[in-house]
């Protein structure tokens, strides 16, 4: 049965479910020793390597997760688990708290004004204006839930999540968001492009951003991914923005 920690690390001070544990022990194995190598394969035969099916899609969000909470780091293209001295996990425990506490808490009593929302049509064509270009987007730290929440609130009002009672239900979406559409939408909405008056809304109601392919003739780390059932070539980077599966190394 999995242990719901590992190490040192509390998986629910840091709010982790099963699976993105699983990844974390995982690739702490191969971070233990002075001279490990840390995790270097794909994220396909990671998922392989848990002890319960999951699919790379899933493995790949808790990748992104682990890292920006800083429970594991990238050292070319390895990846290690961190020590974290237990005044930390005390201290994460405490922040996780006082972030639910805060988003349950109504500050603002006067009903909040919301800006237009964008028809269908409109969504269309900013999605794409912007399509997220792999480059540019992997030099992005993926957006955290705390950062839409926070975005969310600057337009609807402090305490508004609260009084809608859709925190669970828009946590859930944004865990099924690829790392390029949090970065879309968080960009969106701060700057006005994109709003619903529900936070679960709003993040379920975002498109996809689609990824861009390349011809095979190009220079880099590229690689064979399957995307809706067809072989297709990107780079490395789109692949890990984007969740797609992982075939071959070009």
Known sequence: MLRYSFGNIDGKAYGLNANELSVYEAIGKCSRKDDARGWYADMKT?????????????????????????????????????????????????NVQNAHENVQI????????????????????????????AHEAAKTQTPSFEEIIKAYEEKAGRGQLARNGATDLARDAWENCTPAKKIKLLAAVRSGAHFKPRLDWLITDFPEPQPTFLRGDESGDIVQVRYNGAYKLCTRATMELFGLEWVRDW
């Open 46 to 94: 990671l998922a392989d390597q848990l002890p319960h099916r999951v699919d790379r899609s899933t493995v790949s969000r808790a990748v992104d997760k682990l890292l920006t909470l800083g429970l594991i780091r990238r050292d070319g293209k390895s990846l290690f688990a961190v020590q974290i001295a237990r005044e930390d996990v005390q201290n994460a425990h405490e």
């Open 106 to 133: 109504a500050q603002n009593p006067t009903p909040p004004l919301y800006p237009p929302i964008n028809n269908i049509n409109e969504m269309e064509n900013e999605n794409t204006r912007t399509l997220v270009l």
